[in-house]
Every structure is written in structure tokens, then in C-alpha cells.
């Protein structure tokens, strides 16, 4: 097992339950990323009753709650110290390779040889930035979500924020409300409503199946994997935030940055049209959900059907963006993450560095899993409570594989 | 989405280009195409085009037969219109990428079309392309194209229609964003 996070310690709880002896590499602390790669304010975007992992239950006297990073750090180090996973902390992996018995795993505190191992080394290791940032002038300070902390260590001055999923209109928000005018440039997103009907979306998603929709059933699996982070926040006040409350509180949008030419930023013109996709996905996603109230007869426990407004856009937002002139002093690029294989020495890496596999069992290499990517197994994946199943999944074929029954 | 008892078709094989998506993302190298045209000048602001070959799937390639294209200014430009302005070229070129997206994701989506029809305008100053006013663009200031479309389908399915239309169109693209373009003389 590489990774002591949350989904490294489900899959510890499951082949603790087989009698699979293993042990679980982690390069900090429990719950390392959540610690060190995160920004101050953040929450999770799941409510408190949803962050559960196996034999673990939120019994908090918050249940629609968000956990701060502290509290989400202080569940996990519970649940480690819980299960008792064999752990071995502070030790950090730096090769992975094949050999005679499975794979070799060598790290800076020994090499352990294994037939199998599992990776649970998260899905978000670094900022996966565009070739264009190359082009940012010198002047300019460029930060990534995994260095940002607070607003106020920014240098004074307007800021460009570069995407608008989960982490770039969260950031976009705070950095705009320190007196730093923000730029916001928006691409491909997912827009959803914190509560709709009075109850979280996450609780819709959860109770009409949507979040237990496997790899094998959806349409579009290359899509699927791909998706944006939805446009959402914790907040005590469960609030919605969206591109119109961004707009309405100063936040300017601008298109796609397609280019970065002499100091200009080229925007894209399709920002009218890719707001007006993720309004329309949002429509489909709330008929749904109306769907299937009136299917359970749930309609006298939930509030009214609604909408809400579509996304206002500028009748002609402007398609280039001085960063040159002083206005701008900094530029965050949100633009996503992606895992760091790095160490991994094995051919099981496509054209683009993707880790190559079958809803976690890694392509042409016998033996190695993986754990934690988005619709790795389910749409619920790359949540807390989806590394269960995940992990149960996973295991079982671990578990076929070096000839160990089913759990006594 | 609509169910019919007759099966929809749109005219568009969606079953090949689905298996020609999962065919070419496992030969990436095959999906590289080159698209061309030639043009010469007839006289005036008289030009004639003629699109014949590409290069594709790994090979050359050719339409089935040639196809020419005579372009022009009109007599306000003092020239003789002989044919479409470039920049109507262009608006015809989204338009048709654009309504061949309605059509494929339509098909892909199990919506029968019954009619579509797009009609499209380019707001353009040519005190640009005069260079009478040096802050003024050459190219369009906006680009507005309006949808009629009879379809069995709710009107919110037709919207996503032409929004995912425009989601995979290469023209859509080609003018949102900016492109390098190199020009040589031989």
C-alpha cells in the first residue's frame, strides 16, 4: 500500500479483514495531502453525514456540516488509529519497479519486494498547468492552488484567476473580498446549486443513485474520468456559489485563456456558450431529480421544484486581457490536477502519463492496483465515501489474485 | 429525449464515428489530418478555389469529386462580384459545421430532426480592413447565428443540441480561438 490517506487506509481495513498481510508506505503524516497541500479556509464539499469510511460513521452533532482541513485530518488520523493499519509514515517511495516476485518498492528507509501493491497516492499530486503559462510576463507573480494558502500573501493588485470549477470560484471569491480585483476566465465547468428542494445536492446525488453510477454503465467513460470539479463550496450558511453570485459581488468573467501573446492574454469566445451548456446540464440534472421525487411520492417532504437564473454573460465579454499593464499583479491557475508517477517504473503509462487501467486494476501489470481517481469505479470515486466500495472492489480482485477466500 | 416507435435517423452514421473515436485513441497518429485548398487569382479581387485532396488516416485522401469555389467583392467594394466574400466563406463555414453538429449529436441522442435552419451574421467595421481607423479590428466584432429547428424533442434538448453542437465544432474553434497561421512565399 503507497498512500496513508483516506482511500489507503480503506483498502488497509479490507485486507485486515482477509488476513492479507501488508503494510502501508505514507511519505508524511496520515492524511499527508490534507495537511500540506491545501489552502486555509478550505472545507469539503460533502456534508459531514457523507464523510464516512469503512467501520467509520460521522457522529458529529453536524451532520449537514462541511469539515474544515483540521477536521477532516482529525478524521482520518481517528480512523487510522481505529483500524490499526500496519503503517509506516514518513517514509517516502522512490521507485517503483517489476521483479521476479511482483514489485520492487524502493524508498529512503529501506526496499520492501511485494506481489502486490496497491497505489493510493491521490489523483491531485501537482497543478496541472497549460503550456501557456510559459508566456505569463516575468512581472507577474503565478501561483498554484497547491502553494495558495490565504489571500493576503498575495502581492497587492488585481489577480487573474485561470478556471472555475470547485477550486479556482473558491479562490476567485476570497482573494476578490481582500480588495484584489479578480479576473475570473472561465472554461468548461459544472454548475450545480448547493440545496435544491431544501436538501444538499449531494444528498439528490446520493439517494437517485447518480453517485453509484459505475464506469461500466455511463455513456462516455472518457468524459466521465475528465469531468470538472462542480462549482461548490462548504459553508456554514450553505451557500451557493456560482459564476452569477461571483459576478454579483464584483468577480468579472472572461473567456477561456487560449493564448499568451506580448504580454496579452487571448480569451476564448466561447464563454457565452459554455455557460449556457453547464446551465443546461444543471436543468437536466434538477429534472431528474424532480423525476424521481414524483416517482417516490417524496413530493409533501421536499420543497417546490425550482430553476434558477441562467448564467449571466456579458452581451461581448472581451477576447484579450492585458497582463501587462500593472492591473494584473497575479495569476492562479486552477486549471486542475493531476497524480505524479514519477517514481513509477513500469510501462503502465499512456502517451499522456496516465496511469493505464480497468477501473483500478492497472493494465498489463498483474498484481498493481490503484485507488482514488476520479470514476476510477464510480462516480463517487474521488470522494471520501466512495473509497469504500472502491476499496472492497479492489480488494476482492487482490484478493482472487493471490489466492486468499473470501473474509471470515 | 423522445422515444419513437420508428428508429430516428438524421442521415448520420453516429455508430462509425463512435468506433472510429475508440479506433484512432488507440492510433493517435492516424487522427493527425491536414486539410487543403488551392486558389488562384482570376483577376481583380477575383479568386478561384478548388478543394480536391487531404491527408488522413495515415494516408492521402481525396472527396469524391472536386469542389470550386469562386470568391469575390461585391460592387459596393467597386469589384465585380463574382462570388461569396472570404469573410461570407467563413460565416458559411460555421453554419455548416455547426448544423452538422445539430445533426450528429441529434442522432447520437436518439432525437428525430424534422428541420433546421440557421441563419447567421458577421458585424463587421471595414474601416479596419480600410486601416482608416487603427484601432479597429480587421475581422468580425461578433458573429450571431439563430437556430430554427422542428424536432421531436422539448425545447430544452433542442437547446443542448446546438450547445454541444458548438462544444465539438472545429469552425467554432478555429474562430473562438486564436490560431498560428504562416504565410510563405515560395
Given at each position: 500500500m503507497i498512500g496513508a490517506g483516506h482511500a489507503g487506509l480503506a483498502v488497509s481495513h479490507f485486507l485486515s479483514q482477509r488476513s492479507i498481510d501488508h503494510i502501508v508506505v505514507e511519505r508524511g503524516e496520515v492524511a499527508n495531502t490534507w495537511r500540506t497541500e491545501r489552502w486555509d479556509s478550505l472545507r469539503l464539499l460533502t456534508p459531514n453525514w457523507q464523510s464516512r469510511l469503512p467501520g467509520l460513521e460521522?457522529?458529529?452533532?453536524?451532520?449537514?456540516g462541511y469539515m474544515t482541513m483540521p477536521e477532516v485530518i482529525g478524521f482520518i488520523d481517528s480512523y487510522a488509529k481505529a483500524t490499526t493499519a500496519p503503517l509506516r509514515t514518513h517514509t517516502t517511495v522512490k521507485s517503483l519497479r517489476p521483479n521476479h516476485d511482483g514489485y520492487e518498492v524502493v524508498t529512503d528507509d529501506g526496499t520492501w519486494s511485494a506481489p502486490t501493491v496497491v497505489l493510493a497516492t491521490g489523483g491531485f499530486n501537482l497543478a496541472d498547468i497549460p503550456a501557456i503559462a510559459d508566456d505569463v510576463p516575468g512581472s507577474l507573480e503565478t501561483v498554484t492552488p497547491l502553494q495558495y494558502r490565504a489571500p493576503e500573501r498575495l502581492p497587492d493588485g488585481g489577480v487573474l484567476v485561470v478556471g472555475a470549477s470547485a477550486t479556482g470560484i473558491q479562490i476567485a471569491e476570497e482573494v476578490h473580498a481582500s480588495g484584489r480585483p479578480v479576473t475570473l476566465s472561465v472554461g468548461e465547468h459544472v454548475r450545480l446549486p448547493r440545496v435544491y428542494r431544501g436538501k444538499d445536492i449531494m444528498w439528490w446525488l446520493d439517494r437517485t443513485g447518480v453517485l453509484d453510477e459505475r464506469w461500466d454503465e455511463v455513456d462516455d467513460l472518457v468524459r466521465a474520468r475528465n469531468i470538472p470539479s462542480p462549482q461548490l463550496v462548504g459553508t456554514p450558511e450553505r451557500r451557493t456559489l456560482d459564476l452569477n453570485a461571483l459576478t454579483d459581488q464584483g468577480v468579472r468573467l472572461v473567456g477561456r485563456v487560449a493564448g499568451i501573446v506580448d504580454g496579452k492574454a487571448q480569451l476564448s469566445g466561447s464563454l457565452r456558450n459554455l455557460c449556457n451548456l453547464a446551465d443546461l446540464k444543471m436543468d437536466r440534472l434538477l429534472g431528474t431529480i424532480d423525476d424521481w421525487v414524483t416517482e417516490n411520492g417524496m413530493e409533501g417532504e421536499v420543497d417546490a421544484p425550482h430553476r434558477f437564473i441562467p448564467t449571466r454573460v456579458e452581451e461581448s465579454p472581451p477576447i484579450s486581457l492585458d497582463l501587462a499593464d500593472g492591473a494584473i499583479s497575479t495569476v492562479i491557475w486552477a486549471t486542475g490536477f493531476r497524480p505524479d508517477y514519477s517514481w513509477l517504473h513500469a510501462r503502465v503509462l499512456d502517451r499522456k502519463g496516465r496511469l493505464r487501467h480497468d477501473a483500478g486494476v492497472v493494465t498489463g501489470a498483474p498484481g498493481l492496483y490503484r485507488i482514488g481517481l476520479t470514476m476510477l469505479r464510480r462516480r463517487k470515486s474521488s470522494f471520501i465515501h466512495g473509497a469504500e466500495d472502491d476499496a472492497r472492489d479492489l480488494i476482492d480482485h487482490l484478493a482472487a489474485y493471490v489466492g486468499v477466500g473470501a473474509p471470515v | 429525449m423522445t422515444t419513437t416507435d420508428t428508429p430516428v435517423n438524421n442521415g448520420v452514421n453516429v455508430q462509425a464515428l463512435l468506433d472510429a473515436r475508440n479506433a484512432l485513441v488507440d492510433a493517435p497518429e492516424a487522427a493527425q489530418f491536414t486539410w487543403k485548398a488551392s486558389t488562384e487569382w482570376k483577376g481583380g479581387t477575383h479568386s478561384h478555389s478548388v478543394v480536391e485532396e487531404f491527408f488522413g488516416l495515415g494516408d492521402d485522401q481525396a472527396h469524391r469529386t472536386t469542389f470550386t469555389f469562386d470568391a469575390d467583392h461585391p460592387e459596393v467594394f467597386a469589384s465585380e462580384d463574382h462570388g461569396a466574400t472570404p469573410v461570407e466563406f467563413v460565416l458559411v463555414g460555421l453554419a455548416s459545421c455547426l448544423t452538422a453538429g445539430v445533426a450528429a449529436v441529434a442522432q447520437n441522442r436518439g432525437i428525430q430532426l424534422n428541420s433546421v435552419t440557421a441563419t447567421i451574421e458577421g458585424d463587421m467595421d471595414i474601416l479596419g480592413i480600410l486601416g482608416g481607423d487603427p484601432e479597429v479590428r480587421n475581422g468580425f466584432n461578433h458573429i450571431k447565428v439563430k437556430y430554427d429547428i422542428d424536432a421531436d424533442a422539448s425545447q430544452e434538448d433542442i437547446e443542448a443540441l446546438v450547445a454541444q453542437s458548438q462544444k465539438r465544432s472545429a469552425v467554432f474553434d478555429v474562430i473562438t480561438n486564436p490560431t498560428n497561421v504562416t504565410v510563405e512565399v515560395n
Open positions: 460521522y457522529d458529529g452533532d453536524d451532520p449537514d | -
